[in-house]
């Protein structure tokens, strides 16, 4: 089993829909969860960081996080054809030292 | 805040010679980078972990002595590729947290390096 793991779609969605990401870990004493973008052939950018069960909300974004169930997704809401990415989702261990686990992330595209 | 800039962003080079990247933090302190490795789709692999004053620690199955990794100073890590071969041909992307915010931080990556060994 994968220590992150993603639907690595591709994942379509029409503009102006909600497009929904998921990812499961396998860690369970992971405390930070983290939500990057990547362009094609660019480094990854940070989206959004959750910390707590529930959801955080920045934007258009929300992420969710249900520990229990080892479950973190990100909605992205009124999708936009620029929001169309690979999406990685990122866990953090924090006895680790700030070390990040990525997962093989989801390729979104936003129709117009 | 919290630039990460690394140098160079391509790079083309022979089969046998090295390669240097160089990551540095520009309005940070970083007493830890990150090295990871991305071939195309496919997610980032971690490589190793580069301590400031310390040897690197480095993931399963990389070759320390192929992937020399130095960190002289809080804002700057090496990563040099030794003897490269058409299969270290790669994304190298380096990453760091902010030494105040702690490990709980996000990472911030440079822009990354595309190495092409020919």
């Known amino acids: 089993q994968k220590e992150v793991e993603q639907n690595s779609g591709p994942l379509s969605v029409p503009e102006g829909a909600i497009a929904s990401l998921n990812c499961t870990y396998s860690d369970r004493g992971s405390q930070s969860f983290f939500w990057y973008r990547q362009y094609s052939g660019k480094s990854p950018e940070l989206i959004m960081s959750?910390?707590?069960?529930g959801d955080k909300e920045d934007g258009r974004f929300t992420a969710q996080l249900n520990k229990a169930s080892q479950y973190v997704s990100l909605l992205i809401r009124d999708s936009q054809p620029s929001d169309s990415a690979t999406y990685l989702c990122a866990v953090n261990n924090n006895n680790q030292g700030g070390k990040l686990i990525f997962g093989q992330g989801t390729e979104l595209s936003v129709k117009p | 805040g919290a630039v990460v800039s690394q140098h160079p962003s391509r790079v083309i080079c022979k089969s046998g010679t090295s390669v240097k990247i160089e990551c540095r933090s520009l309005d940070f302190q970083a007493t830890t980078m990150f090295w990871y490795r991305q071939f195309p789709k496919q997610s980032l692999m971690l490589m190793a972990t580069?301590?400031?004053?310390?040897?690197?620690?480095?993931e399963q199955g990389v070759e320390k002595d192929k992937f020399l990794i130095n960190h002289a100073s809080l804002t700057l890590s090496t990563l040099t590729v030794t003897s490269a071969h058409p299969e270290d041909s790669s994304f190298y992307i380096c990453?760091?947290?902010?030494?105040?915010?702690?490990?709980?931080?996000?990472?911030?990556f440079g822009n990354g390096t595309r190495l092409t060994v020919t």
């Open positions: 959750i910390y707590s069960n």
């Open positions: 580069s301590n400031e004053g310390s040897k690197a620690t480095y």
């Open positions: 990453s760091a947290n902010h030494l105040q915010q702690g490990a709980k931080s996000p990472l911030h």
